[in-house]
């Protein structure tokens, strides 16, 4: 079966790093997407992955390994308005999205 | 200007009603999609709609039914609720696909919350 595995929670500190971690298993792979999800509200696009490495784009970064079924999301200098869920999604063989139930991130003062 | 709305934001029914949930997006796009949240938070898709191809999850009951006046409009037309059906349905759409299948960024709607008592 196909698979995407996030924690479901982590806690962070105003002004500090964290590291969202997202492992897949899936038949195939196009492309890997990073959503970010206020309380009550609709999902939002942050990033797209389909090659390997490191894209940066402000505070927020997302990495990937093709090899190992992983893909991060790295998010600087934290405020409390990145309190939010943290969706990964992979695109598989037949194009269709497979997502994770998420990682709730709490950003505490 | 919303570039996916959808309507209503809250619809509270009774089991066994027959309801819709509109959505329109005003971004060109020839994708649309009915998503399913439910309580643990996994977004499940139900239907994609591209240039009159629909593309349904076999795993959602026929109760279910997409229609698409044009390729601005997908709603969402549901019979015979069920309590389990109280969930949060997301329409999207995006610009990159083909044959219904996805490769680009969604626009989300506000969601609908569906309450069945």
């Known amino acids: 079966g196909q698979n995407i595995d996030q924690p479901t929670e982590m806690t962070a500190t105003e002004g500090a790093i964290v590291q969202i971690n997202c492992t897949y298993q899936?038949?195939?792979?196009?492309?890997l997407f990073w959503y970010q999800q206020h309380a009550g509200e609709a999902p939002t696009f942050l990033s797209y992955?389909?090659l390997d490495g490191l894209e940066e784009k402000g505070r927020f970064s997302s990495f990937l390994s093709r090899s190992k079924g992983y893909s991060y999301l790295l998010l600087k200098e934290l405020q409390m308005k990145d309190s939010a869920s943290y969706l990964c999604?992979?695109?598989?063989?037949?194009?269709?999205?497979?997502w994770g139930a998420g990682t709730k991130l709490i950003i505490k003062p | 200007d919303t570039a996916v709305s959808q309507t209503p934001k809250y619809l509270v029914t009774q089991m066994g009603n027959d309801k819709s949930i509109k959505c329109e997006q005003n971004?060109?796009?020839?994708?649309m999609y009915w998503y399913k949240q439910d309580s643990k938070k996994f977004l499940k898709i139900m239907f994609s709609?591209?240039?009159?191809?629909?593309?349904i999850n076999e795993t959602v009951p026929n109760r279910f039914s997409p229609k698409s006046p044009d390729k601005a409009h997908l709603n969402l037309h549901i019979n015979s609720l069920e309590l389990g059906d109280s969930a949060v349905y997301f329409c999207?759409?995006?610009?990159?696909?083909?044959?219904?299948?996805?490769?680009?960024?969604?626009?989300f709607g506000e969601g609908s919350r569906l309450t069945v008592l």
């Open positions: 992955n389909v």
């Open positions: 999207a759409s995006s610009s990159h696909s083909s044959g219904g299948r996805n490769t680009g960024e969604l626009f």
């Open positions: 709609y591209n240039n009159k191809e629909l593309i």
């Open positions: 999604a992979v695109v598989d063989s037949n194009y269709q999205l497979i």
């Open positions: 971004l060109g796009h020839d994708t």
């Open positions: 899936t038949s195939g792979f196009n492309g």
